[in-house]
């Protein structure tokens, strides 16, 4: 062939395991933008075979394979495969979350091991490209901290609640439109946010942070009345991820959690995500888009392939452990049930001065039956505020066991 000759590449084969509500929509995504990106790229991405439980066979489509496409979901087999993958050469894109959160590491060094790309943007936030911009455009900051609201589901849960809706009402919304599955356990529990935020602090910090290493709460036991009261303080409900820097040290969190509506996540309704990077460097930066969704999690994995196609990032560098940090500071909403009676302020304050909670607002509701007092504490160490609670809930006077709400201080403006 001459010099000058139209050079036509080989096809860039996709092995895809899994063709359920993700893999059918990157097949037809892929089909759909296959012209484009071989316009751009020089190689048409084709699909050379796929995996179902009924359908192919993993070896075939492994030997025949330039990437594999994981979005299959659950630890075995999957793991397995990915693992094989990257041993034979082959680079890598999942969009496991419950996978990466709990043998990261094991994948992470086999990609280094055989110099291949493993790409997960699919597996944390939805749409909103925050792997790429944590590996790439933010590499050479050192990040403080991170919040994510990575969980579509319980945003739009909450945004129904923000609006009036019961929990149930709510829920129910969320499976009608989609949102949720029949078993919303792993949203509503905060366990899919953990994984998530796993991976993120991972990515961000350059430590092996484990599914297990992050506490977390769901939003199943909130009440319509504690959105109501924090609307007087000026603050909307979110489950928000966390993952900071502290003395040295790392937390990651997920935690129902009241903001101020200047803060950046505020905003984020319905079933939308966002993260916000925080560093001395760049102050801080927000990133949102639209959460799950099969179609919208295929242009997350098919962004993966391209970015494979093109030499995207390498695998994160290998792990500088940092200590793992689980009492640390918050503000914290406090909703007391009280008898109406005379110095029960008063007895309540006393006890929470004695553990250096001090208050920033309080507001007394109701008489009888139905007093309260609903305050909000200035920043606190977490384990001197449960003692403080602790001890107010042994009061003769409280009707019912305290309810606390972490509360997000900062505001940006
Ligand atoms: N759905 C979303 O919006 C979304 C968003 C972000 C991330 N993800 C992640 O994407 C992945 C896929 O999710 P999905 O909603 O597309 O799942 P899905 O609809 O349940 O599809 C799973 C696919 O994988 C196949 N599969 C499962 N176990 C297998 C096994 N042992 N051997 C061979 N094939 C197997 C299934 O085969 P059969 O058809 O034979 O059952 C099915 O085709 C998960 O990791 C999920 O967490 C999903």
């Known amino acids: 062939m001459s010099p000058e000759a139209p050079i036509h590449e080989a096809p860039f084969k996709v ?14 995504l892929l089909q759909e933008r296959a012209d484009e990106i071989e316009r751009f790229n020089g190689r048409r991405p084709v699909i050379s075979g796929v995996l179902t439980r009924t359908r192919g066979d993993f070896e075939e489509i492994l030997a025949e394979a330039d990437i594999i496409v994981e979005v299959m979901g659950g630890i075995e087999p999957a793991r397995e495969y990915l693992l094989r993958a990257m041993r034979a050469g082959k680079d890598v894109v999942s969009a496991n979350k419950q996978l990466l959160s709990q043998h990261g590491e094991e994948l992470f060094e086999t990609a280094r091991e055989h110099d291949v790309r493993l790409r997960f943007e699919a597996a944390v936030a939805g749409t909103v490209p925050v792997v790429r911009v944590l590996e790439e455009s933010l590499s050479a900051t050192p990040i403080d901290r991170i919040h994510g609201i990575v969980n579509g589901t319980t945003n739009f849960i909450l945004t129904e609640m923000t609006h009036g809706s019961s929990y149930a009402e709510a829920l129910a919304e969320a499976q009608r439109k989609g949102y949720a599955e029949a078993d919303p356990s792993d949203d509503v529990s905060g366990r899919d946010a953990a994984a998530k935020m796993a991976i993120l602090a991972r990515l961000a910090f350059g430590t092996p942070v484990h599914l297990d290493d992050v506490r977390y709460e769901g939003i199943e036991h909130l009440h ?44 984020i309704s319905g079933s939308f995500n966002a993260v916000t990077v ?13 959460g799950a969704g099969g179609r919208q999690t295929a242009s997350a994995v098919l962004g993966d392939v391209v970015s494979v196609m093109t030499g995207g990032a390498r695998p994160p560098a290998p792990p500088l452990p940092l200590r793992l940090v689980e009492d640390v500071q918050s503000a914290f909403y406090l909703h007391l ?24 607002s309080v507001v007394q509701r109701g008489m009888g039956e139905n007093a309260r007092l609903v305050m909000v504490t200035h920043p606190v160490v977490e384990s001197s505020l449960r003692t403080a609670v602790e001890r107010v809930g042994e009061f003769d006077f409280m009707r019912s066991t305290p309810r606390t709400i972490r509360v997000i201080e900062e505001e940006f403006v």
């Open 15 to 28: 092995g895809l395991l899994g063709f359920g509500t993700v893999g059918a929509a990157f097949a037809e």
């Open 278 to 290: 925080e560093s001395e460097t760049i102050t801080e930066i927000t990133l949102s888009g639209p």
């Open 337 to 360: 049930d009280v008898a109406d009676r005379p110095g029960v302020l008063a007895s309540v304050t006393k006890v929470l001065g004695e553990h250096d909670v001090s208050i920033k």
């Open 224 to 267: 319509g009345d504690d959105l109501e009261y924090a609307r007087e303080f000026g603050l909307g409900l979110k489950l928000i991820g966390t993952a900071e820097r502290i003395d040295g040290g790392l937390s990651v969190s997920v935690y129902p959690t009241f903001l101020y509506s200047g803060h950046p996540l505020a905003a």
